[in-house]
């Protein structure tokens, strides 16, 4: 009789994967308040103990699933207008990919009102992409996090105004003005 090499018990392999797209599908479909563990987990076909056991609560779940839709930033190469122009190219590009920049806002919303949340929030999402920034750029904490604030800031209010992505031209318009601020050293 052959032994599995499989350990037992139900796979874990892809589960982040089809966790992170159950969860902006059911963000996009239900919006950010109504997309709860447990319809995150039914739309998943895994129970809400295997969501929990890998995330405590829905706010580390949201920041994990906007990581995975981010991906890292394209900050290589090119000039510094350049690169902040990509920069906010992407952001637009990723805030307006179904699901994302609503379960962006409601996470950011959700921070207001829960110190823990903010600190996942900022230790876990924004840190990466502020320090990749910082080195790109050659410019401190504080700049990049005004940098920060300007785009993501315009890009999610524009989401929450509109319930729409930042359009093209608008796009072009806010990496213009950002680029003249920032542009020089």
Do not use: N
Request: aromatic share 6%; glycine share 10%; hydrophobic share 50%.
């Amino acid at each position: 009789m052959a032994s599995s090499a499989r350990p037992p018990g139900r796979p874990r392999a892809g589960v982040h994967d089809v966790v992170f797209a159950a969860t902006l599908s059911t963000v996009e479909e239900l919006g950010y308040a109504k997309a709860t563990v447990e319809r995150i987990a039914a739309a998943a076909g895994v129970a809400k103990t295997t969501i929990y056991r890998r995330w405590p609560s829905k706010g580390e779940l949201i920041v994990d699933c906007l990581l995975d839709a981010f991906g890292p930033a394209p900050l290589a190469g090119g000039s510094r207008a350049e690169t902040l122009t990509a920069a906010i190219r992407w952001a637009a590009a990723k805030i307006g990919e179904p699901g994302v920049g609503d379960a962006f806002a409601g996470v950011f919303s959700d921070a207001v009102s829960d110190p823990a949340l903010r600190v996942v929030l900022s230790s876990r999402l924004q840190d990466p992409y502020r320090l990749a920034l910082q080195d790109a750029l050659g410019e401190s904490e504080s700049r990049v996090l005004f940098f920060v604030d300007v785009v993501v800031g315009a890009l999610l209010h524009r989401m929450g105004m509109t319930g729409e992505p930042m359009v093209d031209a608008d796009v072009t318009a806010l990496a213009e003005m950002v680029v003249a601020h920032f542009g020089q050293r």
